[in-house]
């Protein structure tokens, strides 16, 4: 099973950027897929976006499309979300996650298809 750290998250004001990171390691780490997730207070777990291991392809959900891209770093086997352009709405704890044998297509999977979690990051856009 990966091991799945994220980082990156805090306070931004409206309109502003955060870029977050989620390392991976572990003896499946560079297959299959790893998806972002985030939860806002009070509120269900909801998918962000998804980027494939093998080819790098990306999927995104229709309230972030145009303002979140997701990147990897295959050699530091690291995953980026940078985030611009920033609302409110946007408010949640960020999580990211991964599964070996999954791979993303013109959509975000379930959540229930990915395996391992990391810890998630708190990001808050507040004036």
């Known amino acids: 099973q990966l091991q799945l750290v994220e980082s990156g998250g805090g306070l931004v004001q409206p309109g502003g950027s955060l870029r977050l990171s989620c390392a991976a390691s572990?003896?499946?780490?560079?297959?299959?897929?790893i998806g972002w997730f985030r939860q806002a207070p009070g509120k269900e777990r909801e998918a962000v976006s998804c980027i494939n291991s093998s080819d790098g392809s990306t999927s995104y959900v229709t309230s972030v499309k145009g303002r979140f891209t997701v990147s990897r770093d295959n050699a530091k086997n690291t995953v980026f979300l940078q985030m611009n352009s920033l609302k409110p709405e946007d408010t949640a704890v960020y999580y990211c996650?991964?599964?070996?044998?999954?791979?993303?297509?013109?959509?975000?999977?379930?959540?229930?298809?990915?395996?391992?979690w990391g810890q998630g990051t708190q990001v808050t856009v507040s004036s």
């Open positions: 996650a991964a599964d070996p044998d999954l791979y993303c297509p013109d959509h975000v999977p379930d959540q229930t298809d990915f395996t391992s």
């Open positions: 572990g003896p499946t780490v560079g297959y299959g897929a």
